[in-house]
């Protein structure tokens, strides 16, 4: 393919008027703050840093977006415009912002109201031309980013600070690959088929945009400033350059995605060292009943995306498990990944601060929401939803908005920068889709025998494994990384080399023993090697002739190798989808735990040099057309689908909207966009704890009269909060303080002090210390009040202004444990009683303690500031930040818990 194909001059051309295969007739709306530029010139850098100016479309959609925390519970039909934008096919002649013709045969029309790319092409390859063109206009300098991540490399791209090494770090541990095995990937592709090939196509075309937008920009002067900042080009005598893209990129950008969003399973060590840490406390036979309780595998209490009785049976925990390897207490040992290192690559602190979270990829993933409801609970007889990702903060964001129009191809929405030749999420002619991360499990930990091949004893130092009766070298997948100081990052000048060693059972992530034996533990993920494969899915998903009912939606969510819950809204249908590569595993193999790396073992029909394996079938897959509601917050998707890890039980934040939801419908009510919005919008502002687990800790303490008058009023607080709705709400728009602030600042204080009083004096401190290993404690708005560990703990909870909340934490725990010490009945409860031992007296006593506490910490200690925030200031601690990643700032905007990019969409017609 042509890499810098001719083009012809841009020139100015009729712009297109509302589409006429548009079928939402204005009522598809979307947002996706802060806004679709993310590009900006060095000039323009530093005027944002000096002036605070920003270029056009930069943060506009930051306000609106902001805005709907305040103006929820008064919403209208009319005002829903004030909040989202009109995601409708075309742009009318009057708010034609800008037109432009890379080629002859594609159009990119930019609106005026946000600046979106409007791509129409003539041509297949014209279209996806364009495509790539206005990707590389809009998201240049973040694709260059992601490109590098996926290829651990980004330290010698963007700069050596601690964060920009951990994160290339944990990627280049997930998904290590060689050029060669991207280009493999490619060529898997190329012998699938027309679809396939079609694919391929499409890509190259895009490549060529962006290759010619490349090549405009750095003759013109006018690329991304962060080429000059990160010392790539000249600012003075425009020497340097900008690295053309290629197919290869593509495979290294999608395994980003797949990373991040689209994985499940691997934490069986940590579940191990739970259940080895019961055993030891409680003896063999109770510590496992413990264990499994404290998993929550197939809770009956959880809040279930199917919830008409469908039963989808995966991984549930074998009654009597073969093959499991539980490491010996203490020998774990983290494989070594980084060698040879030199200057700062020896430091684990840097005064810069990186351009990403090092603990993008470690912290715990749980993200996106959607809420769909059939047409037969509606105001107007057709469906609604509203649905989107949640992806976190970024400026500019890692999605970018576009509408993509040519031979094959209808479709408005957003896709990830760099991979927006296909619309990932959003509508099409008549139909519109979304997505939520499901993180069911295909990922395994297996214990591999160490060998040598002189016979002589092995050791936890040994570079070989047994596989299959054979004594293997293992390979060593290095990447070498090197940087130095530049205007952007001031790390002085460093290097490293990562290392990975990869077996037939996947990649060495830990060594320890089993039975005293010298072992490799590993991880073996399902789409390891094969993230380039769900290509086809979204390229059907953007076809109008491939999707035209809920049964081809559910067909082309087949062909997506992530783990996703697909969600689809028409005029008369919706419909859900759970996709991934589920493996086959072995009769009896328990894939919660660590396995023995024997072929009785492996996943059924397991080839080691393709990774591939045998999968469930589409029909064991969680799916359903047309229930009366569907919710989804990242909660268990069926009954008998096993959660890949800890935190699926009777609280979760699926709860926030399963309840609303249901409200809406019950007695025969009808539910429309504005009140489907405004259930999400109460969802993202309401305290997880404070709706579903502060009930019953009032009721325990009002078991009997509190006396103390501190006590009295902070219970008094808490109460009027409970009232209230539990939501974390400004006193005004704008106010910057939360009403009901002093019950807030207990309860986040109160949650790590009460886990602990709750579950510490049952579980022993080597089990409460391995469980935070598991499953964090907290997960609140403010990142902050993470409690006491001694062990790994997920890095999400230590993560500020990130939006997402409450995915993760101990509250399924504590309610189940508090109802039992009440009486209540409780489904699936714990396997022994904690708080107080049982006794509600002393229960209620340890509750007291621990609020006392609680109620005494100042702001300054809930909340004790940071870059962003001053200390005390609780409002700022738990506010959304838009994580530069250039040089352009964005400002705050309240909490909300809810998706990056949604869509709120209601079909009146059908082609």
């Given at each position: 393919m042509a890499v810098f194909a001719p083009t012809a001059a841009p020139t100015a051309a009729a712009a297109p008027t509302a589409a006429t295969n548009d079928y939402c007739a204005g009522k598809c709306l979307d947002i996706l703050p802060p806004g679709e530029n993310g590009n900006a010139t060095l000039s323009e850098i530093l005027l944002n840093k000096v002036f605070g100016s920003r270029p056009a479309h930069t943060d506009d959609q930051l306000g609106p977006y902001g805005n709907l925390a305040g103006a929820f519970p008064q919403l209208t039909e009319a005002q829903l415009r004030n909040f989202f934008n009109d995601a409708s096919f075309g742009v009318p002649a009057d708010q034609v912002a800008s037109t432009s013709r890379p080629r002859a045969d594609v159009a990119i029309v930019r609106d005026?109201?946000?600046?979106?790319?409007?791509?129409?092409?003539?041509?297949?390859?014209?279209?996806?031309?364009?495509?790539?063109?206005?990707?590389?206009?809009?998201?240049?300098?973040?694709?260059?980013?992601?490109?590098?991540?996926?290829?651990g490399q980004l330290s010698g791209f963007a700069g050596g600070a601690a964060a920009n090494r951990q994160l290339e770090q944990s990627f280049w541990q997930a998904a290590p690959y060689t050029e060669d095995e991207l280009q493999r990937q490619i060529d898997a592709?190329?012998?699938?088929?027309?679809?396939?090939?079609?694919?391929?196509?499409?890509?190259?075309?895009?490549?060529?945009?962006?290759?010619?937008?490349?090549?405009?920009?750095?003759?013109?002067?006018?690329?991304?400033?962060?080429?000059?900042?990160?010392?790539?080009?000249?600012?003075?005598?425009?020497?340097?350059?900008?690295?053309?893209?290629?197919?290869?990129?593509?495979?290294?950008?999608?395994?980003?995605?797949?990373?991040?969003?689209?994985?499940?399973?691997?934490?069986?060590?940590?579940?191990?060292?739970?259940?080895?840490?019961?055993?030891?406390?409680?003896?063999?036979a109770e510590g496992d009943r413990l264990w499994a309780s404290l998993r929550e595998a197939d809770d009956p209490e959880a809040v279930l995306t199917l919830h008409d009785g469908q039963r989808f049976p995966y991984a549930l925990p074998p009654d009597d498990p073969q093959g499991t390897a539980l490491p010996d207490p203490g020998s774990v040992v983290p494989e070594k990944m980084v060698h040879d290192a030199?200057?700062?690559?020896?430091?684990?602190a840097t005064t810069a601060p990186g351009l990403l979270p090092g603990n993008l990829l470690t912290a715990k993933h749980g993200m996106s929401n959607a809420l769909l409801v059939s047409g037969t609970h509606t105001d107007d007889g057709h469906p609604v939803a509203v649905f989107g990702p949640q992806t976190g903060y970024f400026a500019p964001q890692l999605l970018m908005l576009e509408e993509i129009q040519g031979p094959g191809i209808s479709a408005r929405g957003?896709?990830?920068?760099?991979?927006?030749?296909?619309?990932?999420?959003?509508?099409?002619?008549?139909?519109?889709?979304?997505?939520?991360?499901?993180?069911?499990d295909i990922t395994d930990t297996y214990a591999v025998p160490l060998c040598t091949t002189d016979g002589s004893p092995a050791t936890l130092a040994a570079d070989h494994y047994l596989s299959r009766g054979r004594c293997l070298p293992m390979e060593r997948l290095e990447r070498k990384n090197a940087w130095k100081p530049t205007t952007a990052d001031s790390t002085a000048a460093g290097s490293y080399t990562l290392v990975m060693n990869r077996t037939d059972y996947g990649l060495v992530t830990a060594r320890g023993t089993v039975g005293g034996r010298p072992v490799a533990f590993t991880s073996l993920r399902s789409t390891y090697r094969h993230e380039a494969d769900s290509i086809i899915g979204f390229q059907m998903l953007n076809d109008p002739g491939a999707v035209h009912d809920a049964a081809s939606f559910q067909q082309a969510a087949q062909n997506i190798n992530y783990t996703f819950n697909w969600f689809y809204a028409d005029s008369?249908?919706?419909?859900?989808?759970?996709?991934?590569?589920?493996?086959?595993?072995?009769?009896?193999?328990?894939?919660?735990?660590?396995?023995?790396?024997?072929?009785?073992?492996?996943?059924?029909?397991?080839?080691?040099?393709?990774?591939?394996?045998?999968?469930?079938?589409?029909?064991?897959?969680?799916?359903?057309?047309?229930?009366?509601?569907?919710?989804?917050?990242?909660?268990?998707?069926?009954?008998?689908?096993?959660a890949a890890g800890f935190g699926n039980g009777s609280v979760h934040r699926g709860n926030l909207l399963d309840g609303r939801v249901k409200a809406l419908i019950a007695g025969g009510g009808k539910a429309s966009r504005v009140s489907l919005t405004k259930a999400m919008e109460s969802a993202a502002l309401a305290d997880l704890r404070a709706e579903d687990v502060l009930p019953e800790l009032l009721r325990v303490i009002r078991s009997a009269p509190v006396t103390d008058p501190a006590l009295a009023t902070a219970v008094q607080k808490l109460e009027a909060w409970k009232t209230a709705g539990g939501l974390r709400r400004e006193t005004s728009p704008g106010s910057h303080k939360y009403a009901d602030a002093d019950a807030i600042r207990t309860l986040d204080a109160w949650w790590p002090l009460l886990?602990?009083?709750?579950?510490?004096?049952?579980?022993?401190?080597?089990l409460f210390t391995a469980l935070t290993g598991a499953l964090q404690i907290n997960e609140s708005p403010s990142g902050?009040?993470?409690?006491?560990?001694?062990?790994?703990?997920?890095?999400?909870?230590?993560?500020?202004?990130?939006?997402?909340?409450?995915?993760?934490?101990?509250?399924?725990?504590?309610?189940?444990?508090?109802?039992?010490?009440?009486?209540?009945?409780?489904?699936?409860?714990?396997?022994?009683?904690?708080?107080?031992?049982?006794?509600?007296?002393?229960?209620?006593?340890?509750?007291?303690?621990?609020?006392?506490?609680?109620?005494?910490?100042?702001?300054?200690?809930?909340?004790?500031?940071?870059?962003?925030?001053?200390?005390?200031?609780?409002?700022?601690?738990d506010s959304i930040v838009q994580r530069p990643l250039?040089?352009?700032?964005?400002?705050?905007?309240?909490?909300?818990?809810?998706?990056?990019?949604?869509q709120v969409v209601q079909f009146p017609a059908h082609r």
């Open positions: 005026k109201a946000t600046g979106v790319p409007h791509i129409t092409g003539t041509t297949r390859y014209g279209t996806e031309f364009g495509a790539g063109y206005a990707a590389a206009q809009d998201r240049l300098w973040v694709m260059d980013l992601f490109r590098h991540v996926g290829r592709i190329a012998g699938r088929g027309d679809r396939a090939r079609q694919a391929l196509a499409d890509a190259g075309a895009y490549l060529d945009g962006i290759n010619q937008y490349i090549r405009e920009a750095y003759n013109g002067r006018y690329f991304p400033g962060e080429y000059d900042l990160t010392g790539h080009i000249d600012a003075v005598t425009n020497a340097g350059s900008i690295e053309p893209f290629k197919l290869t990129d593509l495979v290294a950008l999608a395994s980003v995605v797949g990373a991040l969003f689209g994985s499940g399973g691997g934490g069986e060590l940590a579940s191990a060292q739970v259940r080895l840490a019961a055993e030891a406390r409680y003896g063999q030199t200057g700062t690559g020896t430091q684990t957003a896709a990830f920068a760099g991979l927006s030749f296909y619309v990932q999420l959003g509508r099409g002619q008549d139909y519109a889709w979304s997505a939520t991360s499901a993180g069911q008369r249908d919706i419909a859900y989808y759970n996709s991934g590569t589920n493996p086959v595993r072995a009769p009896g193999v328990d894939g919660g735990l660590p396995v023995r790396a024997e072929p009785a073992y492996e996943w059924r029909d397991f080839d080691p040099a393709a990774n591939t394996a045998r999968y469930t079938p589409p029909a064991e897959h969680p799916q359903s057309v047309n229930q009366d509601y569907y919710v989804s917050w990242n909660n268990k998707q069926a009954a008998g689908f096993a886990a602990d009083a709750v579950l510490r004096p049952g579980l022993g401190d080597p902050g009040q993470t409690g006491p560990s001694g062990g790994p703990v997920s890095a999400n909870e230590s993560i500020p202004h990130k939006g997402s909340a409450f995915q993760y934490g101990w509250w399924s725990w504590v309610d189940k444990d508090l109802r039992s010490v009440l009486g209540d009945p409780v489904d699936g409860p714990l396997a022994r009683p904690f708080c107080g031992g049982g006794d509600l007296a002393a229960c209620r006593t340890a509750l007291l303690d621990s609020l006392r506490k609680a109620a005494a910490q100042t702001p300054a200690q809930v909340y004790p500031g940071d870059a962003d925030c001053a200390a005390g200031d609780q409002w700022c601690a250039g040089g352009v700032t964005d400002p705050k905007s309240t909490w909300q818990n809810r998706p990056t990019y949604q």
